[in-house]
């Protein structure tokens, strides 16, 4: 049951005939009571049943934040009344769906599609809550609302900002490969082919003893490692859900996280990933060749920090025991905190290290080192000396994981994600993978 | 978040009536307490009329005091209206009418008890009333300088007259209106006239007092007032006239006044704001709910840690703090070790500053006790200090 301004007015209007009506006020009350109620409840009954209404969905399941999803609804009309009224597609508050509701009119046995924008503005999935038809009668005084379910989840991807460093990386990536224009031999560190000398091949690449055996001159090409395996731990435990700026720092570490990924699949390296606190919140395996990101960043989706300890043992044992027995590079996205790293990592490290190459990247926190700037007022020196410990903190723990062969990677939100495809790129190029 | 439905919070049953107790039990305690302490307030405590000259009345214009005064030797009636003057007036002997706010009773009324030939008393009686009464009692004007209800700062009004009842009571604070009357005795002149006058009527003595003022409560222990209205009221019977004020007759309440169409107009009034209310009201379903996000700074710590140096100002922990920071950053630029002795690292900053050895051994470390924790300004110099070699080292 729902009433419209129409019957507000037609009341209103009702109440000023019964004022003027003089002497006869008790019988104008009565009749104009009674037509407003029965007009009304005319309306109501003559109104288009709600829950009659067939409902279904089409449109976008997932996007990336920041983009505009547009979501369908179906509005199919099986009575052999005329739908008339409002349409309200429900999405949680974060979806930002618009507009609000929709004016719709279905005729009998036809349909009708209406459009809702959804903007998130939080990653993850969002699941539709309902959807509302609000039905009003023939006079358009009232009608009856019924709440229909249509399911309908659309996923927020991570928004991948750092995709933009991917060119300038994929070209450093070239020129370890020899491809680049401007490098004469590639520096990659694996035999790849022999083919026919070219003027303009260094003369240092030329294979004497292929030439002996041949007609002409014969150089070697050489290529980067290619096919090692790579492995993206993402720490989703209580340090990853410090903000940032304004942004989570395990949404920062995805960012970095996916640049790799998408480095090393064009690299031509199998990437795994893998998130975990206490267990294992997701998981993706490297199945063939090929870029694994767009699997890795739905993966990702869901993912929010938990605010309980990390496991380092259990992260540990998962890292080890679902892996073969091959040497890979485990990358560690976590924040480089004294609390949790010296009691919890640090004395498991070597299991890890033994076996394979470990990097750990931290995003760094720039309000902390404009804390350590601060001068002028004894409160301003307090807070420097407070972000100079914590960031003598940092440095103590750099240092010690760089001691046990670690590679760390430390830097602020903006710089995370290409410092860590550097760090990539460096050690593919000293053939340490 | 997982990919689960979302989560609706669900309740414990009976918490809904729980939260409504929660939430009443405090304002229905105030309200007990009011209660409480009103109906307990309320105990005891008699509620007198009030009004002038009401009979009844413990306030200072009041005449409860004359009226316990007069009944300790003769009767005294209160009556509220003519009817019940007449009937008390001829069902006693010797009665004596003492009729106050005579201005309430209508000149038909007045006649009646003229006609009923008692002595009466007029207290500042109206030009109907002394018509009626005392024809030939003319009202002359008002003694000077006094406000409507009568002072009684001064020492009053003397009789000087031959009444037994005004030279008997002596001086009276009678200052009121005055009369002058063609026959009959005129006592305490004041001006153009006298403020009591006795006239002979029918055998009965009609005595016009222009004011109530020696009545009262507040001035009947005063001068000779006391004694005045013992004296006027001399009879076995007192009837005292209060007339309640007249009745509204075929009076409507504003409702009623109403044109009967704007009335019932009230009912489809309230239909109407039902309706808006309803429109305005209704929701488009229901509202969604949402998990709302964990919202921490990650510099939390070290902010909580900043305050926590400052209220207990701990210098010595943010110098070495400072210090290790400089020494930590800058060391590794000079070509040494982080194990480097300390003499080592002075001499090298020495080298590139330029600065006197003695003065960075000082600055950086400077033993025990430090002078640079001493107070909030020596910290101050020690962080220029250290900021100073920073951008000597870059230079």
Request: with cysteine; glycine share 10%; net charge neutral.
């Amino acid at each position: 049951m729902a009433v419209t301004g129409r019957a507000a007015l037609l009341a209103l209007l009702a109440t000023v005939a019964v004022a003027f009506s003089g002497l006869l006020g008790p019988q104008a009350a009565g009749v104009a009571v009674a037509l407003v109620v029965l007009l009304v409840a005319l309306d109501v009954l003559l109104a288009a049943s709600p829950r009659a209404m067939r409902l279904s969905r089409e449109g976008d399941t997932s996007l990336r934040l920041g983009e505009t999803a547009t979501v369908y609804v179906i509005v199919t009309n099986p009575t052999r009344r005329r739908l008339r009224g409002l349409v309200r597609d429900a999405w949680p508050p974060s979806a930002h769906a618009s507009p609000r509701s929709h004016r719709l009119r279905v005729d009998p046995g036809e349909r009708r599609r209406v459009a809702t924008e959804l903007t998130p503005t939080r990653r993850g999935d969002a699941h539709a809550a309902g959807v509302t038809v609000r039905s009003i009668g023939p006079l358009g005084l009232a009608g009856r609302q019924r709440t229909l379910r249509a399911p309908w989840t659309v996923r927020t991807l991570p928004p991948f900002h750092s995709r933009r460093h991917l060119p300038g990386k994929l070209s450093r990536l070239r020129e370890l490969e020899g491809q680049h224009t401007a490098m004469v031999r590639g520096q990659g560190s694996e035999f790849d082919s022999l083919r026919d000398y070219v003027p303009g091949d260094d003369v240092r690449s030329i294979d004497w003893r292929a030439t002996a055996r041949g007609d002409g001159v014969v150089v070697r090409t050489w290529r980067p490692e290619r096919d090692r395996r790579i492995l993206v731990v993402l720490d989703t435990g209580r340090t990853s859900a410090g903000r940032v700026g304004d942004t989570p720092r395990l949404d920062h570490a995805m960012d970095a996280a996916l640049l790799l990924a998408a480095l090393a699949g064009k690299a031509g390296d199998r990437v795994d990933f893998l998130a975990y606190d206490r267990r294992v919140r997701a998981q993706v395996r490297a199945s063939g060749r090929g870029s694994q990101v767009s699997r890795i960043v739905e993966a990702m989706a869901p993912l929010e920090a938990e605010l309980v300890e990390s496991d380092p043992a259990g992260l540990v044992g998962t890292v080890l025991g679902t892996q073969g027995r091959t040497r890979r590079l485990v990358v560690l996205l976590t924040d480089l905190d004294p609390a949790s790293l010296e009691e919890g990592l640090l004395p498991r490290l070597s299991a890890l290290t033994s076996r394979h190459l470990v990097m750990v990247a931290a995003v760094r926190d720039p309000a902390v080192d404009a804390m350590a700037a601060e001068r002028g007022t004894s409160t301003a020196l307090y807070r420097a000396g407070a972000a100079e410990r914590t960031l003598g903190a940092r440095r103590r723990v750099t240092a010690e994981l760089r001691r046990m062969g670690v590679e760390v990677v430390d830097a602020d939100p903006e710089h995370i994600a290409p410092a860590l495809a550097d760090a990539y790129i460096n050690l593919k190029a000293q053939g340490r993978l | 978040m997982t990919t689960a439905s979302p989560q609706v919070p669900t309740e414990a049953p009976g918490s809904r009536a729980r939260g409504a107790w929660h939430a009443l039990r405090f304002p229905l305690a105030v309200a007990a307490v009011l209660l409480t302490v009103s109906v307990l307030a309320s105990l005891g405590s008699e509620q007198f009329p009030t009004g002038h000259l009401e009979p009844g009345s413990v306030e200072p214009d009041g005449t409860r005091a004359l009226v316990n005064v007069l009944r300790e030797d003769r009767e005294v009636e209160v009556v509220r209206s003519s009817e019940a003057a007449a009937e008390a007036v001829s069902g006693a002997g010797d009665a004596v009418l003492v009729l106050t706010m005579d201005h309430r009773l209508l000149p038909e009324e007045l006649e009646r008890l003229a006609g009923l030939g008692a002595d009466t008393v007029l207290v500042q009686p109206g030009v109907n009333t002394l018509e009626a009464f005392a024809p030939g009692v003319e009202v002359s004007g008002r003694s000077d300088g006094e406000s409507l209800l009568g002072g009684f700062s001064g020492a009053g009004l003397e009789p000087h007259c031959d009444l037994p009842a005004a030279a008997a009571a002596g001086p009276v604070h009678l200052d009121g209106e005055l009369y002058t009357a063609s026959a009959g005795t005129g006592c305490y002149p004041g001006g153009t006239g006298d403020a009591l006058v006795r006239v002979e009527r029918d055998g009965a003595a009609i005595t016009v007092l222009g004011t109530g003022t020696p009545l009262v409560n507040d001035a009947l222990d005063r001068a000779g007032n006391a004694a005045l209205a013992l004296n006027v009221m001399d009879a076995d019977t007192v009837v005292w006239l209060r007339p309640d004020p007249p009745q509204q007759e075929g009076g409507a309440s504003p409702v009623e006044l109403l044109p009967p169409g704007l009335r019932w107009s009230l009912l489809p009034l309230l239909l109407t704001l039902a309706l808006l209310a309803l429109w305005q009201g209704r929701r488009l379903g229901a509202l969604v709910p949402e998990a709302l996000p964990v919202v921490v700074r990650a510099s939390e710590t070290t902010e909580g840690r900043a305050g926590l140096y400052r209220s207990r100002q701990a210098r010595d922990r943010v110098a070495s703090a400072l210090r290790s920071g400089f020494l930590e950053r800058n060391v590794p630029r000079l070509g040494l070790g982080a194990d480097a002795s300390p003499a080592a690292v002075v001499s090298a900053l020495a080298d590139r500053t330029g600065d006197a050895p003695e003065e960075l051994r000082a600055l950086l470390y400077p033993g025990s006790p430090d002078p640079w924790t001493a107070d909030d300004e020596a910290l101050l110099r020690l962080a220029d200090g250290l900021d100073e070699r920073v951008r000597r080292l870059q230079r």
